[in-house]
């Protein structure tokens, strides 16, 4: 079944700089990859996704690449705020596929950016 | 639209104590997931279901049971309540091909 390995777990940067997290996937056949935000007492909820069938997405500050060959993918944030400190978590799955479908988790970084 | 929603926010339960948590949604969304969240663990599936009448177990399933006897509702029950399971309890759904939308969570501690 599919693996998603997370990195790093923790990270600390100045504000104003940026932060990368990086996930790698197992399986081949996946082809969805949303990136979840949850702050802390809250829901994990879905700031960026991407699709087997684009290489980057851009949303403002926010971007996610995808290497399907490597079988990797990452978040980029840039001119990070404080308010952009939470944990974030990524996951894979095949969007289609019945229970194929079910989103596969990273173990989450948490992001704390200092003022 | 409420999205998804689940009762109760908080419990505390003794040890074997008996509880059932309830998850909503309004989005007419085909799955449903029982995940659970502690420190350091990430989220790990408990149960999911794809479609009424139907459920699998996840990752983590002992000591849990589900049923989605309606559409719109997945019931998480805990049979016999044990300190393991103190834990923050998280339900989500969604459609085929789309992306998956979060309950705002449960917090359960078992003394």
């Known amino acids: 079944g599919e693996n998603v390995e997370q990195h790093p777990s923790t990270l600390s940067v100045q504000e104003g700089d940026s932060a990368v997290i990086k996930c790698t996937y197992s399986?081949?056949?996946?082809?969805?990859f949303p990136w979840y935000k949850q702050e802390l007492g809250k829901r994990p909820q879905l700031i960026i996704d991407?699709?087997?069938?684009?290489g980057e997405k851009k949303d403002q500050r926010i971007a996610v690449t995808l290497n399907k060959t490597a079988k990797h993918f990452s978040l980029h944030i840039t001119e990070t705020q404080p308010e952009d400190s939470a944990v974030y978590f990524c996951?894979?799955?095949?969007?289609?596929?019945?229970?194929?479908?079910?989103?596969?988790f990273g173990k989450g970084t948490k992001l704390s950016v200092k003022p | 639209n409420a999205g998804v929603t689940q009762t109760p926010k908080f419990r505390v339960l003794k040890t074997g104590q008996s509880m059932t948590l309830l998850c909503a949604q309004d989005?007419?969304?085909?799955?449903m997931y029982w995940y659970r969240q502690d420190p350091g663990m990430g989220l790990r599936l408990i149960h999911y279901?794809?479609?009424?009448?139907?459920?699998a177990k996840g990752e983590v399933p002992d000591g849990y049971n589900v049923s989605r006897l309606k559409k719109q509702n997945f019931l998480l029950g805990l049979e016999s309540a044990a300190p393991s399971q103190t834990s923050v309890y998280f339900c989500?759904?969604?459609?085929?091909?789309?992306?998956?939308?979060f309950g705002p969570g449960t917090r359960l501690l078992v003394l």
């Open positions: 991407i699709r087997s069938n684009v």
């Open positions: 279901s794809v479609g009424e009448g139907t459920t």
């Open positions: 989005m007419n969304h085909e799955y």
């Open positions: 996951a894979a799955s095949r969007a289609y596929g019945g229970s194929q479908g079910n989103l596969i």
């Open positions: 989500a759904s969604r459609r085929e091909g789309e992306t998956q939308y």
């Open positions: 399986d081949s056949a996946s082809n969805y």
